[in-house]
């Protein structure tokens, strides 16, 4: 049986707060708990108006305190941008306070543009072949193993999980020769889904902490009593991508009626393409769309995006999903 989970990207709307959008995420989460929801994670984005998940850590104790059971986690914490050091030690206190329920997902990707990325890390000097050694050592701090000459503490001994992030075939590749779970980003970045998930797979060497390939695949669903409704409440999403791949990134703006028809054409092909990986509409529909999406990527587990303008409808999309979902 698939599992399900959310990655949440903590949208501040227009006409909305930071305030806001992290207590609809703590409302959301506890929402996803009840529906039986596997985890819920929280992207590291920087310098973008519209997300309020910067300071991952910070976010993922803020909901992980809101709920009780579900697992809470990083979709992803961006390596590059941290010092791995720090990370076990974020990462260790989250689960001294919240023990086993905390997963650390990682990427590479700065999360953000390059101006604020040298913001962040001061330097982009770094060797581009530094992330998997900076996984190793994070790993090695949560095993106390000594190799780093450097007890983590919180860290040493945590019972943290660790994924390995990707949008393209070099994070399959680090996930399998670490022997790690793998998430494919393919909810906005669908090309090398496929490949990436055959490399993973066939090149999988089996670790102390999973013997057999684990995959998970992002997927966005929006879901409404019609069709034409969740085309409304996709809008917003479409708007957003519009903006960002218009180099002017904003907050999520409410929904248009006929947006998508009133573009360019240019415009509709960009996101017919990086949309691709999308599940929009009735029930009926949804149900068609993912279970096509679960018998070509044959993930373990489903990792949903739900990019709605207003909260309420935002959950009511979940629970039409699970709902439909459970029926399979």
């Given at each position: 049986m698939t599992k399900f989970s959310l990655l949440d990207l903590v949208p501040v709307i227009e006409g909305g707060t930071v305030a806001a959008a992290l207590a609809n995420a703590a409302d959301l989460a506890k929402h996803c708990e009840q529906l039986g929801f596997t985890r819920y994670w929280v992207a590291e984005h920087h310098g973008m108006r519209g997300i309020a998940s910067a300071?991952?850590?910070?976010?993922?104790?803020?909901i992980a305190a809101a709920t009780q059971s579900i697992r809470v986690g990083s979709g992803g914490i961006m390596l590059p941008n941290h010092a791995p050091l720090v990370i076990a030690e974020q990462f260790g206190t989250l689960d001294a306070l919240h023990p086993g329920r905390i997963d650390l997902g990682l990427g590479r990707a700065p999360g953000s543009d390059q101006?604020?990325?040298?913001?962040?890390?001061?330097?982009?000097?770094s060797d581009p072949n530094a992330f998997p050694r900076d996984v190793m050592e994070l790993q090695s701090y949560f095993a106390d193993d000594g190799q780093t000459g450097i007890a983590a503490t919180p860290g040493a001994g945590a019972d943290v999980q660790l994924y390995i992030l990707g949008s393209s075939l070099y994070g399959a590749q680090v996930a399998a020769a670490l022997g790690l779970p793998f998430a494919f980003a393919s909810h906005f970045a669908p090309d090398m889904l496929d490949e990436a998930l055959q490399i993973y797979r066939t090149h999988f060497r089996p670790s102390a902490v999973l013997d057999a390939p684990y995959t998970m695949a992002a997927l966005n669903i929006i879901a409404a009593p019609t069709d034409s409704e969740a085309a409304f409440l996709a809008s917003s999403m479409q708007q957003s991508f519009v903006s960002l791949r218009s180099g002017n990134p904003r907050q999520m703006p409410p929904p248009?009626?006929?947006?998508?028809?009133s573009l360019p054409p240019q415009f509709q092909g960009?996101?017919?393409h990086v949309l691709s990986c999308s599940a929009i509409g009735a029930p009926d529909s949804v149900k068609t769309a993912v279970i096509a999406f679960i018998d070509r990527t044959k993930a373990d587990e489903i990792i949903v995006a739900c990019s709605i303008f207003d909260h309420e409808m935002r959950k009511r999309s979940l629970s039409i999903a699970t709902e439909i979902l459970s029926q399979r």
């Open positions: 300071a991952t850590s910070v976010v993922i104790a803020h101006r604020v990325a040298t913001a962040i890390r001061r330097t982009l000097d248009i009626e006929g947006y998508y028809e960009m996101l017919d």
